[in-house]
C-alpha cells in the first residue's frame, strides 16, 4: 500500500518537471543571450542583427512564456498562462541588456573619437544625421535621435563623436562622462539569466501543478 503523502508526491514531481523543463531554458537563455551579445562584438551582418533585435526580445521570449502554457494548462484553464508572465519580461529585459554589455565590449575594442561635419538631417519618426569626417569619409550608421542628432542639430554642425570603424555600434556623441565598469554591466544580463531559468522552470512546475488538480476534477 502507497503511504506516501500526497504533498511529497507533489513536491516530487515538481521536481521531475523543473528539470525536464531547465535544459529548455538554458539554450534559450543561451540563444538570447549570445545573439544580442555577438550582434554587436563580431560584429554581424544587419541582415542578421537587425532581425535578432524582434528574434531575442520579443519572438524567444514569446516562446519561452507560450511553449509551457500551451503545453501544460487546460484550454479552459488558460487564464493561468499569467504565470509565465514574469518569464516574458526576464527574458526582454535580458535580451536589450546582453545587447548593451556587447555594444559595450565593441566600444573598448574599436571605438574611435573624431569631430565630425554633419551633412545631412532627416527628420522622421526618429531622426537621424548623417556625418562626414575630416577625410571626407561618411561615417555608418547614421547618428540617431537620442544619441546626439537632436532638435538643434543643423547640417553643416561639427560634433564631437565616437563611432566604431566596423559599423557594429552606432555613433554617438561623446558626454565626457565615465563609462561604466564592465563587472557592473555584466553582473545585470547574468542576474537576468538565472531569473529567466528559474521563472521559466518553476512556472512550468506551477502550471503542471495547476493541470494535475484539474484533472482530478
Excluded at 34 to 47: D, I, N, Q, R, T
Excluded at 142 to 154: A, K
Excluded at 208 to 213: E, I, M, T
Amino acid at each position: 500500500m502507497d503511504t506516501e503523502h500526497p504533498s511529497e508526491a507533489d513536491v516530487r514531481q515538481g521536481g521531475s518537471v523543473f528539470l525536464r523543463w531547465l535544459p529548455f531554458f538554458l539554450v534559450w537563455v543561451a540563444v538570447i543571450a549570445g545573439l544580442m551579445w555577438s550582434a554587436p562584438v563580431v560584429p554581424l551582418p544587419s541582415f542578421i542583427s537587425g532581425p535578432s533585435w524582434v528574434l531575442c526580445a520579443f519572438l524567444m521570449p514569446l516562446a519561452a512564456f507560450l511553449v509551457p502554457a500551451c503545453w501544460r494548462i487546460p484550454r479552459n484553464e488558460r487564464k493561468l498562462t499569467w504565470l509565465a508572465v514574469p518569464t516574458f519580461l526576464a527574458g526582454v529585459a535580458l535580451a536589450l541588456m546582453a545587447g548593451a554589455v556587447g555594444a559595450d565590449l565593441a566600444w573598448d575594442e574599436r571605438g574611435r573619437s573624431t569631430q565630425a561635419e554633419v551633412v545631412a538631417v532627416d527628420k522622421g519618426k526618429t531622426d537621424r544625421c548623417t556625418l562626414r569626417k575630416a577625410d571626407g569619409e561618411e561615417i555608418s550608421p547614421d547618428l540617431r535621435e537620442g544619441n546626439g542628432c537632436d532638435g538643434g542639430v543643423r547640417p553643416g554642425d561639427v560634433l564631437s563623436v565616437r563611432y566604431d570603424p566596423e559599423g557594429g555600434v552606432d555613433p554617438t556623441v561623446e558626454s565626457g562622462k565615465p563609462g561604466k565598469s564592465r563587472w557592473g554591466l555584466m553582473a545585470g544580463p547574468a542576474g537576468l539569466a538565472v531569473a529567466f531559468v528559474v521563472f521559466g522552470a518553476s512556472g512550468a512546475v506551477r502550471m503542471d501543478r495547476r493541470r494535475r488538480q484539474h484533472d482530478r476534477t
